[in-house]
């Protein structure tokens, strides 16, 4: 067990995931990130939130297809990873984290 400083982030983290190698995080700063978690490196930055992030969840590989649905041209991969987050912006959105895409927003 250790304790690391990621940075990348421009204001406080207010919301964390992680399944074991995938970290996410969410942020005043209005950004996702995802993190390797065995590194601590930053893997991507995802912005289009207006407000602070105040949740996410990396959504489990069994439940993928359930969520995506019908994404017009999309073709989802089961390898692909997905993360919802949302923010007090009122939206929660759907990224396809290895694409880095944004494939919905509900408000």
Known sequence: FSVRALEGHNDAVLA?????SLLVTGSLDTTVKTWNAGS???LKSFGGHEGAV??????????????VGSQGDYQHSQEDCLVISGSL??????WNVDQ????????
């Open 16 to 20: 964390v995931d992680c399944d074991g």
């Open 100 to 107: 880095g895409l944004q494939l919905n927003s509900v408000y």
């Open 89 to 94: 912006d009122c939206t929660f959105r759907l």
């Open 54 to 67: 105040t949740s996410v969840v990396i959504v489990p590989a069994e439940e993928d297809l359930h969520i």
């Open 40 to 42: 601590g490196e930053e």
